[in-house]
């Protein structure tokens, strides 16, 4: 079986990279929703895989051929189901537009992940300072 897409759709295999768990419990995928991360597979296969606003995902390979499924981000993987297969991977970090991260599938086969663009982190408004009776 093949990594991410074979003419029909998707199938497993898992990314090891080594963080902090604290690091991984904060990341959603937030940087991804709405945009595009090519991947190229050591035998010179790539495709892209376009991560949507809500949670769809469209695979597609530079012939045409395209395989649509769902995305999910939680728990330290992203994960990525499609055609009945579902395929996920170690997300220790977020991903840099420009910028690959090699990842190595539980097939021992290493791909380069490239995000085209990502979202900037959401930044959290500090809470409402508030006075209170002196006493």
Partial sequence: MRSLIVLTGLVGASISL??????????????????????????????????????????????????T????????????????ASECWDYVRRFTAGQAMTLNSSCNETSQWTARSVNAPVQQAAPAITRGERG
Wanted: with cysteine; net charge negative; hydrophobic share 40%.
């Fill in 18 to 67: 080594a963080a902090p768990a604290a690091a991984q419990a904060n990341l959603s995928g937030e940087e991804l929703r709405g945009q595009t991360v090519d991947v190229l597979f050591a035998d010179g296969t790539r495709n892209a895989v376009f991560f949507g606003g809500d949670n769809s995902a469209v695979i597609a390979a530079p012939s045409g051929l395209r395989s």
């Fill in 69 to 84: 499924g769902t995305w999910t981000a939680s728990g330290g993987k992203i994960c990525l189901n499609a055609g009945g």
